[in-house]
């Protein structure tokens, strides 16, 4: 089975901190994506990457930034952490793009409080 | 940009009742994919349809793509407690750089009351 493992279940961060979500996957995965969550908006994609050092931003990327320095492991950042960015962030991964149809598996979820 | 938005967002039915979920995507899409969410949980691949006009059933749930592969519907038979969650689909999105994404809709979040 495919797992993808997120460091953190609950956070709770001040204002003006930054702020480390951490995500491994074991399956060698060459795509991993970092989503949010909030109420009557559905998933929302921040960033994905499709290889070691390769970013793309997704639909809503603005106060946050990512790492991929290891295939396995995927890092979402915000830099200075707001109460607008309270929500659960869902980190994905999947072998290959979603043109080809391939299915993502997701991590277990972080949910952020920002105070 | 792309968008992928369904209807209804909520909906509350009995036990027992029938419970169909829309999802249109503002752009022709390869393939569409649903998921499902149990409260608490994460997000949950069910199936994946490919094909114009394909219909693929699962027990009590049938999946379809419309014909225009623009729209696709997931209908529940005699909905069961176990069917309470949200339910997402998601399509390829449309990037301007490499690799790719997909995209999910706004999501139903299905109530059911015995």
């Known amino acids: 089975d495919v797992k993808v493992t997120q460091s953190s279940r609950y956070l709770v961060k001040r204002t003006g901190e930054k702020v480390f979500l951490e995500c491994v996957q074991d399956?060698?995965?060459?795509?991993m994506f970092w989503y949010r969550q909030d109420p009557g908006l559905g998933l929302r994609l921040i960033y994905f990457?499709?290889?070691?050092?390769?970013?793309e931003k997704g639909d809503i990327p603005e106060g946050y930034s990512v790492s991929r320095e290891k295939k396995e492991r995927f890092s979402l950042i915000l830099e200075s952490a707001s109460t607008n960015q309270t929500s659960m962030y869902l980190c994905?991964?999947?072998?290959?793009?979603?043109?080809?149809?391939?299915?993502?598996?997701f991590g277990e979820g972080s949910w952020l409080t920002v105070v | 940009g792309q968008q992928v938005m369904q209807i209804p967002q909520y909906q509350h039915v009995q036990e027992g009742e029938d419970f169909t979920t829309y999802c249109n995507s503002s752009?022709?899409?390869?393939?569409i994919q649903w998921y499902k969410q149990r409260p608490g949980g994460h997000p949950v691949f069910l199936i994946q349809?490919?094909?114009?006009?394909e219909v693929k059933k699962q027990k009590r749930l049938t999946f379809q793509f419309g014909e225009a592969k623009k729209n696709s519907s997931l209908h529940i038979t005699a909905t069961q407690t176990t069917d309470v969650g949200t339910y997402f689909c998601?399509?390829?999105?449309?990037?301007?750089?490499?690799?790719?994404?997909?995209?999910f809709g706004t999501g139903t979040q299905l109530k059911v009351e015995l």
């Open positions: 998601a399509g390829p999105g449309v990037v301007t750089g490499g690799g790719n994404k997909l995209t």
């Open positions: 349809l490919v094909k114009s006009g």
């Open positions: 990457s499709y290889d070691v050092k390769m970013k």
């Open positions: 994905a991964s999947s072998l290959y793009g979603a043109s080809s149809g391939n299915t993502i598996y």
């Open positions: 752009t022709t899409l390869s393939n």
């Open positions: 399956m060698d995965h060459e795509n």
